[in-house]
């Protein structure tokens, strides 16, 4: 028996991993760990308890809840921390590392009292959510976008625990969501018409290869399932892999808002105008708060430079094993605008 732990397991990419485990039959409910920072008493906790899976309490802050809830598990799907305003400020050459203090300052901080538990608990496997940034023909160590700063340090120090406590380690670099294009084009409001921008700016633009959070959650959910199974471990074990759709499907900001001003009836465009002008009108018309938004900005750069354009066929392969497609992003942004609708189809039509 191999029980499976996931980390954030009421959110979207941990709750569509354990969806997909259980539909796709990969692991028995009993086997599954849901771990949730929440307690008993809370509507999250009866609703994870509803799965069939186990429920049980971890708070990234406290590495001993970490410990106790990972008693008797062989797997564990890290799910990286909500908590970015951790990262906001911290210096993108900070490496995770700071002698004399007793705390690291960003992400990584939680990431390192999650695995370090697991060490103590008797993991034999942990399987880290990292983000899909940073591909250079392959899965590379740097990045320009402040986002990844603490998944690199992650995948770091969990090579280096793995090497060390001889646990077995899989990095995954999920591709970035389908459902996450409004953070992208400028915090946009994606109901419709509610955003009455025509004009968005941005620091700059790039290609992505958009990925929608189910597809993530059922690809994850074959890697989970193949600990323990010969051919699966060869496939994942000590890899860092990336899970996204092919470049050929790839869309920019400034294609994505094409789509956007399609599905709501009035056209809006990406105005490239550099970091500096990015986060004066963020800050300065749009009223947000210059840590955030500095912290974000760097991302462009990444875009601009191909760090999402992915090519590896991993999701692909995976989805299809059991019989399931991508979804294109052109279906959720059309689901989102509108509660629905083929873009493609209405556009062959015009
Ligand atoms: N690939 C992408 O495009 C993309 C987009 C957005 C984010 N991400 C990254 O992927 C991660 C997962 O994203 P998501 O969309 O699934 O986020 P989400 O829906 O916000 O879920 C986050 C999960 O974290 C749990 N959580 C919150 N505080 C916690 C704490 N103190 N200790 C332990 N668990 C805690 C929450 O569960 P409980 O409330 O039950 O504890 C929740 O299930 C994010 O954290 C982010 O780093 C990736």
């Not at 760990?33 to 308890?49: E, N, R």
């Not at 968005?200 to 989970?224: E, F, M, Q």
């Amino acid at each position: 028996m191999s029980r499976i732990a996931i980390v954030g397991a009421s959110g979207k990419l941990g709750g569509a991993t354990l969806s997909a485990l259980v539909a796709h039959n990969l692991a028995p409910p009993s086997d599954i760990i849901a771990m949730t920072s929440s307690t008993p008493d809370s509507q999250t906790w009866a609703k994870l308890s509803s799965t069939g899976a186990q429920v049980r309490h971890a708070r990234f802050e406290d590495g001993a809840t970490f410990e106790d809830a990972l008693r008797d598990v062989q797997t564990l799907f890290l799910v990286s921390t909500p908590d970015i305003a951790l990262d906001f400020g911290v210096a993108m050459d900070y490496d995770g590392t700071a002698p004399g203090a007793e705390k690291d300052i960003g992400r990584e901080s939680h990431h390192k009292n999650a695995i370090d538990a697991a060490v103590k608990a008797g993991v034999k496997w942990i399987v880290y959510s990292s983000l899909g940034f940073g591909f250079k023909g392959g899965a590379g160590g740097e990045s320009k976008a402040g986002v990844m700063r603490a998944h690199l340090c992650t995948e770091a120090y969990l090579r280096s625990v793995g090497a060390a406590h001889g646990v077995k380690i899989t990095i995954l670099r999920e591709g970035l969501y389908n459902e996450s294009w409004p953070l992208y084009l400028g915090y946009f409001d994606s109901r419709n018409a509610k955003d009455e921008r025509d004009v968005v700016p941005l620091a700059g633009d790039g290609k992505i290869c958009w990925t929608a959070i189910r597809d993530l959650g059922v690809a994850s959910a074959l890697v989970l399932a193949s600990g323990g199974i010969e051919d699966g471990e060869k496939e994942f074990v000590g890899r860092t892999v990336y899970l996204s759709t092919r470049p050929g499907t790839a869309r920019t900001v400034g294609e994505i808002a094409g789509i956007v001003g399609w599905e709501r009836g009035r056209g809006v465009r990406v105005d490239v105008v550099g970091r500096e002008e990015h986060e004066r009108y963020y800050t300065e018309d749009r009223g947000m708060q210059r840590p955030g938004v500095e912290w974000w900005a760097s991302t462009y750069e990444a875009l601009e430079d191909g760090e999402c354009l992915v090519d590896d066929p991993m999701l692909e392969n995976l989805l299809a094993r059991v019989g399931l497609k991508p979804i294109p992003v052109e279906e959720t942004v059309a689901a989102m605008i509108k509660g629905g609708g083929d873009w493609k189809s209405k556009q062959q039509k015009a």
